[in-house]
């Protein structure tokens, strides 16, 4: 086994082509699947003297850029984030416990693809995209097109994620992770991103992601755009969990069986929708 | 393998570590090659928080750290939060609780509770519970260990 | 960990019996086995290179055939070690085969897998997620085959 400790993304970009090459973000993943003999790849790159993977930054146009070596404690307390963004920093701060958010990595949590993972759902529902560099180049997925299958990407041998962009939230809008756990800092039995805009009565911003309950985060796109400029009451929340519980496809496990993530999800995303109108309420 | 000689800063000290392998953790290099064996290796998987150390001033998981990931940190161990011979008030806190039975978890509690300490305000009940949230007690102790930290927080000037 | 499942082929039961009896059928329908062999009429050896994520192992899998009546029902037993890596698999498998009702057949699968060593310190939940995926692409290869071979190919 190699170790490489490259200072550039055109650095690490070309260390990483070789065959079996990792990259080692914040470990607390790759590491503990060395530990456990799961993994061993032939050579480690590691992106920790990356200095441009570990800024976050706000555009102009409101939308935020966070380098995949932003630590899970960072983008907790990311005050760039603003409106429904927050969706991110609320599951990041839910992520595992202090220590183990002081070296977790966005783009490492990203990459491994963990179905029970919080950013996964969080980064659907906030529309994010997922930037990659490569030896080809650069080329940005739609959070949707990157989360593949179980633990499986869009990346290609060879590449690693740069960033993952979060488009501007409308104004007023809220975000939200709403997450069941057996105790804190475990992984999710289910979970619930949501980003939620009311103009009155009317819903005018909706986005639902169900984490945890199947290879990917399962949004429904269709019902949600269907639903926009409606009251968003129990019948209509009734038509989204539906189309929502269509797309579930849940493993049973230690943590809970697949039968019981289905009778819990839906009710997360009622008690996610009910806890945000609650809160956009209070603020209008 | 040979592996790489590096020099890792432990406590304010420089240690240099010869032949240390890509996978080889920061926790075994400080447990084998170093003689620092207050990190515990509990799950060796950075679930039960036994191997906590500061790496930079924040707590992390040493089993979880590759020690060639390492070099140009400041470490600190659980020897490193008091002069020998003395304790820091977060160790005296936990003895005079007696927040310990048998003792495997202590380091890693330590190390979680001096970084939340250093906020240097009262901490609440939650507060301590969601900082050491990452330590687990396998003798189920926690009552007395939060009490311990909570106190600590409270004595402070 | 128990994977059951089953699916239709259009083939009728006599050609689908002797299609999944055959080892190189079934060898090149089955996702990432390398290669197979017939060692005699009831033991077969195999090499099976199996992904999850990041995770790659490859097996090197004995299936012996314990009853076979055909060509309904056929109890097999795999055993799987990776090379040097203490990982073992073991399966208890049985195989039915029904007529279907548009004369095609339905094939049944019913597994009862133990895993030990490096690989069950992975999560069972996606383990048998995948199991029941790589259960569905044989279906579907089988399946092809059987339709090419029907038309003549």
């Not at chain 1, 380098?67 to 429904?84: I, Y």
């Not at chain 1, 920093?89 to 070296?103: E, F, K, L, T, Y």
């Not at chain 3, 090149?28 to 992904?51: D, H, Q, W």
Request: aromatic share 4%.
């Amino acid at each position: 086994m190699e170790f490489i400790r490259p200072d550039s993304i055109d650095a690490a970009v070309a260390a990483l082509q070789a065959e079996n090459a990792a990259c080692l973000a914040g470990g607390a993943t790759l590491v503990a699947m060395m530990n456990a003999d799961l993994v061993a790849p032939e050579r480690l790159v590691s992106l920790r003297d990356v200095a441009a993977l570990r800024t976050a930054m706000r555009q102009p146009d409101g939308s935020v850029v966070i380098g995949a070596m932003r630590r899970h404690r960072e983008t907790a307390e990311e005050t760039d984030l603003r409106d429904g963004q927050r969706v991110l920093s609320d599951a990041a701060g839910q992520i595992a416990n202090p220590p183990v958010r002081n070296m977790g990595t966005i783009g490492g949590s990203c990459a491994f693809a963990d179905p029970a993972a919080d950013y996964p759902p969080a980064l659907a529902a906030a529309d994010a995209r997922i930037a990659l560099v490569g030896a080809e180049g650069r080329r940005t997925l739609p959070a949707d097109a990157f989360f593949v299958d179980w633990y499986e990407t869009a990346l290609e041998p060879g590449e690693l994620i740069e960033s993952v962009i979060l488009p501007p939230a409308p104004a007023g809008t809220a975000g939200s992770y709403t997450k069941l756990a057996r105790v804190a800092g475990d992984f999710a039995i289910a979970s619930v991103a949501l980003v939620l805009g009311m103009e009155g009565d009317a819903c005018s911003h909706l986005a639902v992601a169900v984490g945890a309950c199947g290879p990917a985060p399962v949004r429904r796109r269709d019902v949600e755009t269907e639903l926009l400029g409606g009251g968003l009451g129990d019948s209509e929340i009734r038509r989204l969990t539906d189309a929502l519980a269509d797309g579930l496809d849940p493993v049973d496990d230690v943590r809970a069986s697949a039968d019981y993530r289905r009778r819990v999800a839906p009710r997360l995303v009622r008690q996610a929708i009910a806890e945000a109108k609650q809160c956009l309420s209070g603020t209008q | 393998m040979t592996g790489a000689s590096i020099t890792l800063k432990v406590n304010g000290a420089d240690r240099p570590v010869a032949a240390v392998a890509p996978w080889t953790t920061l926790l075994t290099v400080l447990r084998d090659e170093l003689g620092l064996t207050g990190a515990k290796r509990g799950c060796n998987q950075g679930v039960c928080g036994a191997c906590t150390v500061t790496i930079d001033g924040e707590p992390v998981r040493s089993c979880l750290s590759l020690a060639l990931n390492c070099t140009d940190c400041e470490i600190a161990t659980v020897e490193g939060l008091a002069p020998a011979g003395s304790l820091a008030p977060v160790q005296q806190a936990l003895a005079e609780g007696n927040a310990l039975q048998c003792g495997f978890c202590t380091p890693g509690i330590l190390i979680a509770a001096h970084a939340l300490l250093r906020r240097n305000e009262p901490l609440s009940v939650d507060e301590v519970r969601a900082g050491l949230s990452g330590n687990l007690c396998r003798c189920s102790g926690y009552k007395k260990i939060v009490e311990a930290v909570v106190r600590a927080s409270e004595a402070r000037p | 960990m128990k994977i059951a499942g089953s699916f239709n082929v259009a083939a009728p039961v006599e050609l689908t019996w002797r299609a999944i009896t055959d080892p190189q059928v079934v060898g090149a329908c089955l996702p990432g086995c390398e290669e197979i062999e017939a060692v005699s009429p009831t033991l077969y050896r195999a090499r099976i290179g199996v992904k999850l994520g990041p995770i790659s192992a490859t097996f090197a899998a004995e299936v012996e055939v314990l009853e076979e009546e055909p060509p309904v029902r056929v109890v097999s037993v795999t055993r799987g070690e990776e090379g040097g890596r203490a990982s073992h698999i073991r399966s208890e498998n049985t195989l039915t085969l029904e007529p279907a009702d548009d004369g095609g057949t339905r094939v049944s699968y019913e597994a009862d897998m133990t895993v030990t060593g490096r690989l069950a310190k992975f999560g069972f939940g996606v383990m048998k997620k995948k199991a029941q995926s790589l259960a569905a692409d044989f279906a579907g290869n089988l399946e092809a085959r059987l339709n090419e071979a029907a038309s003549g190919g």
